[in-house]
Each structure stands twice: as C-alpha cells, then as structure tokens.
C-alpha cells in the first residue's frame, strides 16, 4: 500500500506560478515511477508528467513542456510539480499517482487531488 497526499493548489492569475507537493508513504521501496495527472471539467484524466525514483525525467505532455517541472526529493518522499507561466487551460483538478508491480500484477495509487484554477 501507498499513500499520496497533494498540496499546494489554489488561485493564480494567467501567467503565474505554483507548486504543487506529493507526499507518499507506506511501501515505498515497491515504487519506481510517480506522475502527476489533471482532469479538467467535462475532460478525460490526462498525464501531465512523469519521474521515477532515479530523477529521471521521462515525460511531459506538449502542452506543458518548458512550463512546467517535475522533480522528486527522495529523502521526503515528495514529488514536486513547478508550474510556471500558467494558463487558463491547465486549470484542472491534479492528482499524484504511482502504482506497484509484483509479479506483473499492478496496483494502482491516487491521491485526493488538489485544485488549481488559472483565472484573472
């Protein structure tokens, strides 16, 4: 079990800037890749961006690239997602996730998601 708590959403004007913080716990050895997703009112969930443990980066969705960082702080256990020059468009619900393999059987992990609304 993995547990993820987001935080640092909130209200920004277009062109602002956010940080966003995932905090896991639980059987986080068992842990390799931790993303940040979005969904958006009326919208799919999306994958905003990917790390693993290693502080690779492996992934960032277009409409995010040069805008937006993900970075992993590994002695926390937090995932942090830097949002620079935000627009309308990135305002969304974010959720962190990660999932577990064992055996080829995978379990999945959400946090509660936490708020962001770009709005002047």
């Known amino acids: 079990q993995v547990q993820l708590v987001e935080s640092g959403g909130g209200l920004v004007q277009p062109g602002g800037s956010l940080r966003l913080s995932c905090g896991a716990s639980?059987?986080?050895?068992?842990?390799?890749?931790l993303d940040w997703y979005r969904q958006a009112p009326g919208k799919q969930r999306e994958l905003v961006a990917t790390?693993?443990?290693?502080?690779?980066?492996?992934y960032y969705v277009d409409s995010v690239e040069g805008r937006f960082t993900i970075s992993i702080d590994n002695g926390k256990n937090t995932v942090y997602l830097q949002m620079n020059n935000l627009e309308p468009e990135d305002t969304a619900v974010y959720f962190c996730?990660?999932?577990?393999?064992?055996?080829?059987?995978?379990?999945?992990?959400w946090g509660q998601g936490t708020q962001v609304t770009v709005s002047s």
């Open positions: 639980g059987n986080i050895d068992s842990v390799d890749v």
């Open positions: 996730h990660t999932y577990i393999n064992s055996h080829g059987h995978y379990s999945h992990y």
């Open positions: 790390i693993n443990r290693g502080g690779s980066t492996n």
